[in-house]
Antibody
Framework: EVQLVESGGGSVHSGESLRLSCAAS????????MSWVRQAPGKGLEWVSI???????YYTDSVKGRFTISRHNSENTLYLEMNNLRPEDTAVYYC??????????WGQGTLVTVSS | DIQMTQSPSSLSASVGDRVTITCRAS??????LNWYQQRPGSGPKLLIYAASRLQSGVPSRFSGSGSGTHFTLTVSSLQPEDFATYYC??????????FGQGTKLEIK
């Protein structure tokens, strides 16, 4: 059974850092395309980043230079390193597996709150 | 970046109704369009991929159509568990893979 479990969220101040983790089971992260998607309180879904199995990465413009997506193959875990956090980064962060362009599995999300 | 616009933003309907949600892309995306359902407090769930293909386990009352810039999600006969928020998402070419702003389906 495929499962994605996010962790690492919390409350921080502007300029601080957090690292989110997404532990996967039932499939291999290193062979997959993996993304982070976020949702600000009461708002819609916002695509954040993707890591392809070959290592290529993409980011939405608002997080470029501040966020880094990576994986640990032996731990089958996806990460999102978030630096210089801003209040507008406050959101629930979901990890999701991409399958040929659509996201077929999602985690339950982890909440990040950034205060000014 | 490709912009996705959903309409309506909210919709009130009754159990048994047929409802249609529209999603428009700012440029042609062929059939690289997916639909998700999100219930409060939960992560999104894939309903339709590649514009019209039903994800395994999703009831057949859900259907999708369209290509190019205009897409629709139809629920043929609303059930109580269908009252949720629906999002379209494009996956054309290279990222970012943008989402629509969502359509909240409420009970009338």
């Amino acid at each position: 059974e495929v499962q994605l479990v996010e962790s690492g969220g919390g409350s921080v101040h502007s300029g601080e850092s957090l690292r989110l983790s997404c532990a996967a089971s039932g499939f291999t992260v290193s062979s997959s395309y993996m993304s982070w998607v976020r949702q600000a309180p009461g708002k819609g879904l916002e695509w954040v980043s993707i890591l392809y199995n070959g290592g290529r990465t993409y980011y939405t413009d608002s997080v470029k230079g501040r966020f880094t997506i990576s994986r640990h193959n032996s731990e089958n875990t996806l990460y999102l390193e978030m630096n210089n956090l801003r209040p507008e980064d406050t959101a629930v962060y979901y990890c999701a597996r991409e399958s040929s362009g659509w996201y077929d599995y999602w985690g339950q999300g982890t909440l990040v709150t950034v205060s000014s | 970046d490709i912009q996705m616009t959903q309409s309506p933003s909210s919709l009130s309907a009754s159990v048994g109704d047929r409802v249609t949600i529209t999603c428009r892309a700012s440029q042609s995306i062929s059939t690289y369009l997916n639909w998700y359902q999100q219930r409060p407090g939960s992560g999104p769930k894939l309903l339709i991929y590649a514009a019209s293909r039903l994800q395994s386990g999703v009831p057949s009352r859900f259907s999708g159509s369209g290509s190019g810039t205009h897409f629709t999600l139809t629920v043929s006969s609303l059930q109580p568990e269908d009252f949720a928020t629906y999002y379209c998402q494009q996956s054309y070419n290279t990222p970012p893979y943008t989402f629509g702003q969502g359509t909240k389906l409420e009970i009338k």
